[in-house]
């Protein structure tokens, strides 16, 4: 049984960055690609960003690009999530999901796992 969890949320200003982490356990070393999504109040759950199973491909929503970075240890089943210069408009529930495949480059889905969230705000 995979167990997937994030840490990390909290309450910031914007400008502001914050660092999320996620961890997998009961993993038995297997290969995989791992994401983050958030879901904005009111709003359907969204991509932000996925890293292959060995961190050396990554791929951003649009909306992140430049200001997010999604990185892991090599094939370890941790990874981060640094925001930076964050808006308002980031502020989410955020969502670690984890998909087994050997594949070379991330995709924004399908995820398999999924953790159970963790809040962010970003007051203006």
């Known amino acids: 049984q995979v167990v997937v969890h994030e840490s990390g949320g909290g309450l910031v200003q914007t400008g502001d960055s914050l660092r999320l982490s996620c961890e997998l356990s009961g993993h038995h070393s297997s290969p995989y690609q791992m994401a983050w999504f958030r879901q904005p109040p009111g709003k359907e759950r969204e991509f932000v960003a996925a890293?292959?199973?060995?961190?050396?491909?990554?791929i951003y929503a649009d909306s992140v690009k430049g200001r997010f970075t999604i990185s892991r240890d090599g094939a370890k089943v941790s990874m981060a999530l640094q925001m930076d210069n964050l808006e308002p408009e980031d502020t989410a529930v955020y969502y670690c999901?984890?998909?087994?495949?050997?594949?070379?480059?991330?995709?924004?889905?399908?995820?398999?796992?999924w953790g159970q969230g963790t809040q962010v705000t970003v007051a203006s």
């Open positions: 890293i292959n199973w060995i961190g050396t491909s990554t």
């Open positions: 999901a984890a998909h087994l495949t050997f594949a070379q480059t991330p995709t924004s889905g399908p995820y398999d796992y």
